[in-house]
């Protein structure tokens, strides 16, 4: 025991008189400061440095082809990657978290800095991004109070246990320690929306305290950079036009004095609608604007430099008059199109960063190729009605419930898809229902007509006898942006009055169309696809790929509205009222050989689906 203890005092001594500073690994020794903001610039450690940004979300694009994109990012002269993180597909039932596949966000940061790229992580929980309630899980509108982005106690206690998983994974990835993370945003464009004085310094400090050290930031429009300002966090702008330039950083040198600028969102596009135009930004406007900012002494980052996909049902809405929401593609006319291709954009601002840099800028990568596949023609079918069966047992209930209040999912509810409400009637007369989005009528199996925000009552013909009603309702996706959110449950909302009676005990099924969807709907199932199909429908149809896989479009001249899948894996929606007009397929998910493609349709099906290499965004419209 003396001996133990002499080497114990021993060690002790001899500790004392290492120098802890030679162990720390050579990386890391010169990484003390971080990104500062130093008078009118940004240092990096001692050196001056100016973002040069591009944002780009790994949930958008094809994991195989974050390479490929990111490469492009480094050639056009561009420094940092800037990247939203999603909430609602990290957590999609409370408490169970997946950072696998297409949501690695640490391969993809890490891959970043392979590619020699800094990065700012935008993590919410708020995000907007034109995503499907702004990012926010829909299971917090279980909660009838829930107050969305407010220190309202059901609200942080849900983001406090996000960020526990969150940041443990994000804070290994800053740059103090040794990772491309050198700024962190706080929340998203708060002061648009303003509700709570208290939330900003709730979210600020709530990084803070789970080991975020890098620079903190904010970002505001025009309308909300009045009130968006945090104690201790710099303020960053967005916008379109050199025009808004002046006002933006007037004011912010008079609420924060000399402090390096930023324009967080250097807007590239914007995005579309369904029912609306394509919008289209010039590309002389777009580097005008950028030669403005840079000439002026900012910082800049171009969202969106790729913009990629909404894959599945992940689009958003906007409702200010009216209801709108987004298209499938996530085009946004940006610098690099949904498939990745160069753009008379990516051309002059390639030009234009590597002139500002000095330096020679690497080669931009070679585009991937594209093909048009030949026509599939859908084999077999299965109408709605004869796939119920097969779907998971209905929920049972005395009143309509909306989707996120369905006790399924493991008490998690309903996110994203279509939910099919039945009952039963005995008389005609007048239908009226609070229908979130859009909810297709029918009696028995006959379609007769819709309700949604503006039509809210239908008339039920004359029938004999107990008849089954029916109302296929569908989440076209919730609003992301405004101060709507806290209204955004979807399904049947209350009660469906016949007559101005309540109708009672209803059948509810989920229609989520996971890639477990499918799996119930087994090869004895389906059957040939007869010459008046019933629908709602699905129809299956095989694709021969020869060769090695390449990305293509499917366009489907001669169907109305509703989803495609290839390989179980859901492309989105597409729909006959435009702009878009065909739906971006990354070769990655195509297998050479056999493929299996099943198309959801609603309404009206066509005899073939067509494949094309080039994408059809519908009408354009120039952006002011």
């Not at 440095?49 to 994109?69: K, L, N, Q, T």
């Not at 960053?236 to 006002?247: A, D, G, K, P, V």
Request: proline share 6%; net charge neutral.
């Amino acid at each position: 025991m003396l001996g133990l203890l002499l080497l114990v005092i021993l060690s002790f001594l001899v500790l004392r008189r290492v120098d802890w500073h030679r162990l720390t690994p050579l990386w890391l020794r010169h990484r003390r400061l971080g990104l500062q903001a130093k008078g009118q610039n940004f240092m990096l450690e001692d050196s001056a440095f100016w973002i040069f940004g591009g944002s780009m979300h790994y949930f958008r694009v094809p994991r195989e082809y974050w390479r490929d994109r990111l490469l492009k990012m480094k050639a056009c002269g561009l420094n940092t990657l800037t990247t939203y993180v999603p909430w609602n597909l990290h957590e999609p039932e409370r408490g169970k978290f997946d950072f696998s596949g297409n949501l690695d966000l640490e391969a993809f940061v890490l891959l970043a800095a392979e590619v020699g790229l800094w990065v700012i992580l935008r993590p919410g929980p708020y995000i907007c991004s034109e995503m499907d309630l702004g990012g926010l899980p829909s299971w917090l509108l279980q909660d009838p109070d829930m107050r969305l982005r407010t220190t309202y106690k059901g609200f942080t206690e849900a983001v406090d246990l996000y960020f526990d998983h969150l940041m443990v994974r994000v804070v290994p990835l800053q740059y103090k320690h040794g990772g491309p993370i050198i700024a962190v945003q706080v929340e998203n464009e708060y002061g648009s929306y303003n509700k709570d004085p208290a939330y900003m310094p709730y979210v600020k400090k709530a990084l803070e305290d789970r080991g975020i050290v890098e620079l903190l930031l904010t970002s505001d429009n025009k309308d909300g950079l009045s009130k968006g300002i945090v104690d201790g966090v710099l303020a960053t702008i967005n916008l379109q036009s050199q025009n808004e330039l002046q006002f933006l950083t007037t004011f912010l040198l008079s609420v924060q004095g000399v402090q390096p600028r930023m324009v967080m969102e250097c807007w590239t596009g914007w995005f579309d609608s369904w029912g609306g135009p394509h919008s289209i930004l010039d590309s002389s406007e777009v580097l005008r604007t950028v030669s403005a900012i840079i000439n002026a002494g900012s910082s800049i980052n171009l969202y969106m430099f790729h913009g990629g996909t909404n894959f599945g049902f992940i689009g958003g809405a906007v409702h200010f008059q009216d209801y709108k929401s987004d298209v499938t593609s996530y085009d946004y006319d940006a610098v690099l199109t949904e498939a990745g291709d160069y753009t008379a954009k990516y051309t002059g601002l390639r030009e234009f960063f590597g002139s500002v840099s000095g330096a020679p800028l690497p080669a931009p990568p070679d585009l991937l190729p594209k093909t048009a596949y030949e026509p599939v023609v859908p084999a077999l079918y299965l109408s709605l009605w004869d796939a119920l069966p097969y779907l998971e047992e209905p929920v049972t209930s005395e009143k309509p419930v909306n989707m996120e209040n369905l006790p399924i999912n493991g008490g998690n509810g309903q996110s994203f898809g279509y939910t099919l409400y039945e009952t039963t009637i005995t008389s005609s007369g007048i239908l009226s229902a609070y229908v979130r989005d859009r909810g297709q009528v029918f009696v028995n199996t006959v379609s007769i007509g819709f309700l949604d925000y503006k039509r809210k009552k239908i008339v039920i013909p004359l029938i004999q006898g107990f008849t089954r009603l029916r109302i296929l309702v569908e989440n076209r996706g919730r609003v992301n942006y405004g101060t709507k959110i806290d209204d955004q449950r979807k399904g049947l909302i209350g009660n469906i009055y016949l007559n101005d009676s309540p109708l009672k005990k209803f059948k509810i099924y989920s229609l989520d169309m996971k890639k477990s969807f499918f799996q119930r709907f087994h090869a004895d199932k389906w059957n040939p696809v007869p010459d008046a199909p019933v629908l709602p429908a699905f129809f299956l149809g095989p694709l021969w790929v020869s060769l090695s896989p390449c990305d293509t479009f499917v366009k489907l001249e001669g169907w109305e509205k509703g989803v495609v899948f290839i390989n179980g894996q859901n492309l989105g929606r597409y729909w006959n009222i435009g702009p878009q007009e065909t739906l971006y397929l990354p070769g990655v998910w195509l297998d050479q050989g056999l493929n299996q493609v099943i198309v959801f349709e609603e309404r009206m099906a066509g005899p073939v689906i067509q494949f094309t290499e080039t994408p059809s965004l519908g009408r354009l419209q120039y952006m002011n």
